[in-house]
T-cell receptor, first 116, second 113 residues
Framework: ETGVTQTPRHLVMGMTNKKSLKCEQHLGHNAMYWYKQSAKKPLELMFVYSLEERVENNSVPSRFSPECPNSSHLFLHLHTLQPEDSALYLC???????????????FGDGTRLSIL | DAKTTQPNSMESNEEEPVHLPCNHSTISGTDYIHWYRQLPSQGPEYVIHGLTSNVNNRMASLAIAEDRKSSTLILHRATLRDAAVYYCILRDGTQGGSEKLVFGKGTKLTVNP
């Protein structure tokens, strides 16, 4: 069992739909992350939140909109997605973000997203 | 980010030791070596990390070459549950260094019964 829970585990949506991915961590961590894992590509960091403030946005298209209402919850709001956005979306958390403490990141099991 | 090179795949037999190599010839003096693994249908899982000295934990051992240009993750007795993709990652250990994990393609480990 991981301390990071992602829902839903699978999501199929049309290109004009709006949906949200949810991530919850029960580890008391201050930093949370969204990653994208496409077939045949390495994991790519999308967003980082530290103490509920966005600190990294790795050139992610605006059709992905993150939200961090508190340190335990992270959302990824999706709208007008493209077929190439089909991927596994992973959430992670770590104790802190900033000067490198070499803290492990704890990952959820991801949401498998398919865009029709 | 300093790069790492790993074999695409390796095979092992159950209950035998496994040595997973990683080359990082451009490593800087402040880069830590981290290992994660990703089991099928799961998110990545932290395994171990080190700077210069060899490290051991309940999951694995990390052997770091004296010149730090390579390292080896050692699973002492492979089980079927160890079948996964193993990622070797360098992280900047300086003040203000990045917390980013930059994943490569990793090594896919197959464990035969």
């Amino acid at each position: 069992e991981t301390g990071v829970t992602q829902t839903p585990r699978h999501l199929v949506m049309g290109m004009t739909n709006k949906k949200s991915l949810k991530c919850e961590q029960h580890l008391g961590h201050n930093a949370m992350y969204w990653y994208k894992q496409s077939a045949k590509k390495p994991l790519e960091l999308m967003f980082v939140y530290s103490l509920e403030e966005r600190v990294e946005n790795n050139s992610v298209p605006s059709r992905f909109s993150p939200e961090c209402p508190n340190s335990s919850h992270l959302f990824l709001h999706l709208h007008t997605l493209q077929p190439e956005d089909s991927a596994l979306y992973l959430c992670a958390s770590s104790q802190d973000w900033g000067p490198s403490y070499n803290q492990p990141q704890h990952f959820g099991d991801g949401t498998r997203l398919s865009i029709l | 980010d300093a790069k790492t090179t790993q074999p695409n795949s390796m095979e092992s037999n159950e209950e035998e030791p496994v040595h997973l190599p990683c080359n990082h010839s451009t490593i800087s003096g402040t880069d830590y070596i981290h290992w994660y693994r990703q089991l099928p249908s799961q998110g990545p899982e932290y395994v171990i990390h080190g700077l210069t000295s060899n490290v051991n934990n309940r999951m694995a051992s990390l052997a770091i070459a004296e010149d730090r240009k390579s390292s080896t993750l050692i699973l002492h007795r492979a089980t079927l549950r160890d079948a996964a993709v193993y990622y070797c990652i360098l992280r900047d250990g300086t003040q203000g260094g990045s917390e980013k994990l930059v994943f490569g393609k990793g090594t896919k480990l197959t464990v035969n019964p």
